[in-house]
C-alpha cells in the first residue's frame, strides 16, 4: 500500500480548521462593493428563476463584515433569497460571529446550518459557499467545510429576488456593514475542491454556472452578470470600493509575501492553514518573512523539495504541521530556534538524514512527531531536555544505535502507543529501563555490540556544527568524547590565523559543549565573516565552518 493509499484512510483523523485571510494573485479583480449597513443592497428582480426546480444549488462569494456586534436584531447579510415561506438560499452573519446558511422549500420546511462562534471576524475577507446536494446542506469558509445538516426537497418559485447586502425578516431589514465580491450562482452542488479552485477564478461559464456578478465595472448602478446569462443586478446605494479580496495578475508588494500564487501580509498574518490544499512544488523560502507567524499548517499537501532553513525565522511560532505534505531532505537545524513550538508534527514524509540535536532547544515542546520517514542515526540524547513533551514518535524510521538514557527523564506514557513509539527502527540493545517494554519491533541484524548511550560515555568522537549558526555574538560548539583525553579546539580565521584557542587540556570523557563569544586571544571582539574550529584528540581531527554576523 503506497503512501498515498494509506494517507487516505487516515486523512479524516487529521482534519483542522483554521480562519485566515489570504490575497491570491491569480483571477483579475478590481472592484468590490461598499455597503454602509444603511439600506444599500444590490437586487437581481426574479433571481430565483435561475435555480427554480434545480436539484441542487450553490452560492458562493467573498465577504468583508465590519460589524463588531451583529447580535438580533442587527443581523448582517451577506448574499442570496429570502421570502420566509418557500424560496430561502442566503448567508447570513448572526450574533458571535456565526454564519448562518439556509434552505427553505415549499411546505415551510426549513433546513438551517449555524456555524460554530467566532467562524468569521471583522474586517477580513472570507470566501463563503452554501451548496445543497439534494440530501445536505453544507456551509463552507475559505473553502473548507464548516457545517452541513440533512436537507431534501427543491425550490419552485421563480419571483423571489436575489440580493446582495441584504435580507428581509419579516419587518427587518437586514443589511450589510461591509463588503461584498464576486458572488456566483449555480444550479449544481460544487464539490469542496471545486469551490477551492473557483475561489480566485475569473468565471467564463462553466457547466452549471447560472449567475456571477464580480463587480469589476467600478462605476455606475449596474451589476452586469459576468457570467454571460444577462442576469443583471441593480445597485441600490452601495460605492465602489478598490479594496479586494485577491489583486490578480499582479505582484505582491513590498509589505506581503507570495506563497503559491497568493498575497500574505508580513504584519498580519499570525495565522496559515494552507492543509489539504493540493499545494505543489517546495516550500518557498519567503516563508520565513511571515515572522508574525503562530501558526502553520501544511498537512495533507503534494509538496517537492525539503523544508527551507528560512522556517528557523519564525521564532513566534507555536504550532508547526508538515504531516503527509511530501516535504523530503534533511530536517533543517535552524528549526532549534523556534523556541515557542509545542507542536512540531513532521510525520509521514520522505526525510532523510539525522534527528538534528538542536530540537532538544525546543524547551517548550510537547508533541514531537518525526515518525514514518527515512530518518537514520541516532537518538540524540538532546531529546531529553524537552521536559515539557507528552507526545513523542520516533517511529518508522532507519534510526540506528543504542537509545539514549536521556530521554528517561521525560515525563511520557511509554505505554500508550499514541503517546510514545519509537517500533520499527533498527535499535540497539538493552534498552533503557523506562522503554524496555516498549520498544517495539527492532531489527536488530547489524547490531555488534551492547551499549546505552548516555550523557557520560559516548560511542565515539564526534564534533557537531555550532549553533546557533550564523550566529551574533555567540554559539555553541558541542563534541563528544568516548574516553579521556588529550582535547585541543582551536578557532581559525580564512587565513589560518590563530583566533582562539577555546580547549587545551586534558578531559574526562562524555558529552561536551563550550561556548564562543566571538572575541580573540586577547579578549577583543572579532570581526564578521566565516570562521573554521578544529578539535584534534588522539586520532581524531575534524574541522567545521560557522558564519559570524554583525
Request: hydrophobic share 35%; glycine share 10%; aromatic share 12%.
Amino acid at each position: 500500500m503506497g503512501r498515498f493509499q494509506l494517507g487516505m484512510e487516515i486523512r479524516f483523523f487529521y482534519i483542522t480548521f483554521i480562519i485566515l485571510s489570504i490575497y491570491p494573485v491569480e483571477a483579475q479583480n478590481s472592484y468590490s462593493l461598499n455597503f454602509d449597513g444603511e439600506a444599500d443592497y444590490v437586487e437581481v428582480p426574479y433571481g430565483s428563476a435561475m435555480i427554480a426546480n434545480a436539484g441542487q444549488i450553490t452560492l458562493s462569494g467573498w465577504v468583508y463584515p465590519r460589524n463588531t456586534n451583529s447580535g438580533w436584531p442587527d443581523f448582517d447579510a451577506f448574499f442570496g433569497f429570502r421570502n420566509e415561506s418557500d424560496a430561502d438560499f442566503y448567508l447570513l452573519q448572526l450574533d458571535n460571529y456565526k454564519v448562518e446558511g439556509r434552505l427553505r422549500v415549499p411546505g415551510n420546511v426549513a433546513y438551517t446550518v449555524v456555524t460554530a462562534a467566532e467562524s468569521i471576524s471583522p474586517d477580513t475577507w472570507y470566501h463563503l459557499a452554501l451548496t445543497y446536494d439534494g440530501a445536505n446542506l453544507f456551509v463552507y469558509i475559505n473553502g473548507i467545510e464548516a457545517g452541513s445538516t440533512e436537507a431534501s426537497g427543491q425550490i419552485i418559485n421563480e419571483n423571489v429576488s436575489l440580493t446582495i447586502g441584504r435580507l428581509v425578516f419579516q419587518t427587518t431589514n437586514f443589511d450589510l456593514d461591509g463588503q461584498a465580491d464576486e458572488v456566483s450562482l449555480w444550479n449544481i452542488a460544487l464539490t469542496e475542491q471545486q469551490i477551492q479552485d473557483y475561489m480566485y477564478a475569473d468565471l467564463t461559464g462553466e457547466a452549471g454556472l447560472v449567475g456571477y456578478w464580480n463587480f469589476n465595472e467600478g462605476a455606475g448602478d449596474i451589476a452586469n452578470d459576468a457570467g454571460g446569462n444577462d442576469n443583471d443586478g441593480l445597485i441600490n446605494g452601495a460605492a465602489w470600493s478598490t479594496d479586494i479580496p485577491f489583486t490578480g495578475g499582479g505582484q505582491c508588494d513590498s509589505s506581503e509575501v507570495e506563497l503559491w500564487n497568493q498575497c500574505y501580509s508580513i504584519e498580519n498574518t499570525t495565522e496559515l492553514d494552507l492543509s489539504n490544499r493540493g499545494l505543489t512544488g517546495e516550500i518557498p523560502p519567503e516563508i520565513g518573512n511571515l515572522t508574525n507567524l503562530t501558526y502553520l499548517n501544511l498537512q495533507w499537501n503534494d509538496l517537492t523539495g525539503s523544508i527551507p532553513i528560512e522556517i528557523g525565522s519564525l521564532t513566534n511560532l507555536a504550532w508547526l504541521s508538515l504531516y503527509f505534505s511530501g516535504v523530503t531532505g534533511l530536517i533543517p537545524a535552524a528549526i532549534g530556534n523556534l523556541a515557542n513550538l509545542t507542536h512540531l508534527d513532521l510525520q509521514w514524509n520522505g526525510l532523510t538524514g539525522s534527528i538534528p540535536p538542536e530540537i532538544g532547544n525546543l524547551a517548550n515542546l510537547i508533541h514531537l512527531g518525526l515518525g514514518t520517514n527515512e530518518l537514520t542515526g541516532s537518538i540524540p540524547p538532546e531529546l531529553g531536555n524537552l521536559t515539557n513533551l507528552t507526545s513523542l514518535r520516533l517511529n518508522s524510521n532507519s534510526l540506528t544505535g543504542a537509545i539514549p538514557e536521556s530521554i528517561c527523564g521525560l515525563d511520557l506514557n511509554w505505554s500508550s502507543s499514541s503517546d510514545f513509539n519509537i517500533s520499527n527502527n533498527q535499535l540497539c540493545p538493552p534498552y533503557p529501563s523506562c522503554v524496555e517494554n516498549y520498544a517495539g519491533e527492532q531489527d536488530t541484524d547489524n547490531c555488534t555490540q551492547a551499549a546505552i548511550a548516555n550523557e557520560t560515555f559516548p560511542i565515539t568522537y564526534s564534533l557537531y556544527n555550532a549553533y546557533p549558526n550564523p550566529f551574533n555574538p555567540f554559539t555553541t560548539l558541542r563534541y563528544d568524547l568516548p574516553e579521556d583525553a588529550m582535547v585541543n579546539i582551536t578557532i581559525y580565521d580564512m587565513m589560518g590565523r590563530n583566533v582562539k584557542t577555546m580547549v587545551n587540556s586534558q578531559q574526562n570523557a562524555g558529552f561536551k559543549s563550550i561556548q564562543w563569544d566571538a572575541t580573540n586571544d586577547a579578549g577583543a571582539p572579532v570581526s564578521a565573516g566565516l570562521y573554521l574550529y578544529t578539535i584534534e584528540s588522539k586520532q581524531f581531527r575534524q574541522t567545521k565552518k560557522m558564519v559570524l554576523l554583525k
